[in-house]
Nanobody
Framework: QVQLVESGGSLVQPGGSLRLSCAAS????????MTWYRQTPGKERELVAT??????????NYADSVKGRFAISRDNAKNTVYLQMNSLKPEDTAVYFC?????????WGQGTQVTVSS
């Protein structure tokens, strides 16, 4: 079965950096686009960044709010997708999830908490 396990969330000061990881299993990882989302209480889940499969060019797409600060990447040998987050702001505080859509079904991990505060 599809499993996604996020890690790397932490408390960080404004201006700091974090790298989130999402380890995937149960599906042919290299063939699928992967997405990072985030959610804060009372708000809808927000798409943060997407990376397509290498077969589709490995292209990336970002929410306007994180462009130039965040970078998504993937390591197909490790079945892992990353989110490098730089110049973090308090408004980046959220639970971050990775997701994949396979055969019409959306899968999510349990999320990892990122808190940006001094």
């Amino acid at each position: 079965q599809v499993q996604l396990v996020e890690s790397g969330g932490s408390l960080v000061q404004p201006g700091g950096s974090l790298r989130l990881s999402c380890a995937a299993s149960g599906f042919p990882f290299s063939n699928y686009a992967m997405t990072w989302y985030r959610q804060t209480p009372g708000k809808e889940r927000e798409l943060v960044a997407t990376i397509t499969s290498d077969g589709d060019g490995g292209s990336t797409n970002y929410a306007d709010s994180v462009k130039g600060r965040f970078a998504i990447s993937r390591d197909n040998a490790k079945n892992t997708v990353y989110l490098q987050m730089n110049s973090l702001k308090p408004e980046d505080t959220a639970v971050y999830f990775c997701g994949v859509r396979r055969l019409g079904v959306a899968y999510w991990g349990q999320g990892t908490q990122v808190t940006v505060s001094s």
